[in-house]
C-alpha cells in the first residue's frame, strides 16, 4: 500500500490536470454564494446586490487562479510537468 495515493494527492492532481474546470466551478459556486447571501439583505437594491455578487466572485475567481500559479509553479520546479509530458514528446534517436 506505499504506492496508494493520499486524498490531498489524488485532489491535487485533477486539481493539475484540470485548473479552468476548477477556477470556474470556483467562480461559479462563489457567484451563487455571494447572491444567496446578499438575497438575504432586505434593505439593498437588487442591482447593488448583484454587484456586490460579482465582486465576490471576482475576488475569489483571482485566488483560485493565483493558486493556480501556484501549483503550477510547484510542478515545474518539482519537474513533476516534465515526467507528466515526457511520454508525449517525440525523441530524436
Request: hydrophobic share 45%.
Amino acid at each position: 500500500m506505499a504506492d496508494a495515493k493520499t486524498k490531498v494527492e489524488s485532489i491535487r492532481e485533477w486539481v493539475v490536470e484540470h485548473k479552468l474546470r476548477t477556477v470556474g466551478c470556483l467562480w461559479l459556486s462563489g457567484i451563487t454564494g455571494s447572491v444567496a447571501y446578499n438575497w438575504s439583505k432586505p434593505n439593498m437594491k437588487p442591482s447593488v446586490k448583484i454587484i456586490h455578487a460579482r465582486l465576490h466572485a471576482q475576488a475569489l475567481t483571482l485566488a483560485a487562479l493565483a493558486g493556480a500559479a501556484l501549483v503550477e509553479y510547484y510542478d515545474h520546479k518539482s519537474g513533476a510537468k516534465a515526467e507528466r509530458y515526457a511520454e508525449l514528446v517525440p525523441h530524436k534517436d
